[in-house]
C-alpha cells in the first residue's frame, strides 16, 4: 500500500542525529487532523501528545513531502496530502472512544474499525502485542461475519455479552468481514495510540 510506505518513510530518520521521537501512526493521525481543518503548530502538538519541536520536525516532514502546506489559517493539507487521507478513510472507519463494559480492558477505552480486514486477524494477538508495544494495558480484537460480533479464533467464540455487541454495532457500525479492535489504557491518549497501533498490524 503507497499511503503506508509513504508515512513510514517520512517517519524515518533522514540525517544524523537522534531519531524523531514520532513514529508513522503520529503522521496519520497529524493528516487526519489537518484534514479537518487548518491547524497552528502549537495546537497540533497539543492534538499529537507531541513536544513542539517534535511536532516541528514532523510538519517539516509534511511540507518536504508536499502533503501539507502554511497558510493563513495554519497548517493544511494539499491535494496530495488530501489523497492520502482520502486512502487512509477507505481502511479505517470510525475512532471512537469506548465506554467500560465486560469485554473493556482499561479505565480508558479507545476503538477502531478497520474495513475488510477479517482475513487477516488470527487469534488477536498480534493486534494486543502492538497495543501493549504503544503504551495500551491491552486490546481485544472482534470481527464481524454472518451478521455477528466474533471474537478469534473466530469460528469458536461469540461475543456473549449484549450490552457490549450492541455498544460496538452501534458505535462502529461494521459490515461484513470488519474489524473492530478496542484497546485500553490509564490514559486516554495511550487507549487510542494502542487502538491504532493495533489497527496498523491490520494495514500492513
Known amino acids: 500500500m503507497r499511503t503506508l510506505d509513504t508515512l513510514t518513510r517520512l517517519a524515518q530518520q533522514k540525517a544524523a542525529g537522534p531519531t524523531p521521537s514520532f513514529t508513522e501512526l503520529h503522521i496519520a493521525k497529524a493528516i487526519e487532523?489537518?484534514?479537518?481543518?487548518?491547524?497552528?503548530?502549537?495546537?497540533?502538538?497539543?492534538?499529537?501528545?507531541?513536544?513542539?519541536?517534535?511536532?516541528?520536525?514532523?510538519?517539516?516532514?509534511?511540507?518536504?513531502?508536499?502533503?501539507?502546506?502554511?497558510?493563513?489559517?495554519?497548517?493544511?493539507?494539499?491535494?496530495?496530502?488530501?489523497?492520502?487521507?482520502?486512502?487512509?478513510?477507505?481502511?479505517?472507519?470510525?475512532?471512537?472512544?469506548?465506554?467500560?463494559?465486560?469485554?473493556?480492558?482499561?479505565?480508558?477505552?479507545?476503538?477502531?474499525l478497520v474495513r475488510k480486514a477479517a482475513k487477516k486477524v488470527n487469534s488477536g494477538i498480534e493486534q494486543r502485542d502492538a497495543a501493549v508495544r504503544a503504551g495500551a494495558n491491552g486490546a481485544v480484537t472482534f470481527v464481524f461475519r454472518g451478521h455477528r460480533l466474533l471474537m478469534p479464533p473466530v469460528r469458536n467464540r461469540i461475543v456473549e455479552s449484549r450490552g457490549a455487541t450492541e455498544q460496538i454495532l452501534e458505535g462502529f457500525r461494521p459490515r461484513e468481514n470488519d474489524v473492530v479492535i478496542i484497546a485500553g489504557a490509564d490514559t486516554e491518549r495511550l487507549a487510542e495510540d494502542g487502538a491504532r497501533a493495533a489497527a496498523w498490524t491490520l494495514l500492513n
Open 33 to 112: 487532523i489537518i484534514g479537518r481543518k487548518p491547524i497552528g503548530r502549537l495546537g497540533l502538538s497539543e492534538r499529537l501528545g507531541l513536544g513542539e519541536g517534535t511536532t516541528r520536525t514532523l510538519i517539516d516532514r509534511l511540507l518536504e513531502a508536499r502533503l501539507a502546506k502554511i497558510s493563513k489559517r495554519g497548517c493544511e493539507l494539499t491535494e496530495s496530502g488530501s489523497l492520502i487521507l482520502k486512502d487512509l478513510s477507505s481502511k479505517l472507519g470510525a475512532m471512537t472512544r469506548v465506554s467500560r463494559s465486560p469485554i473493556t480492558i482499561g479505565p480508558y477505552d479507545f476503538g477502531i
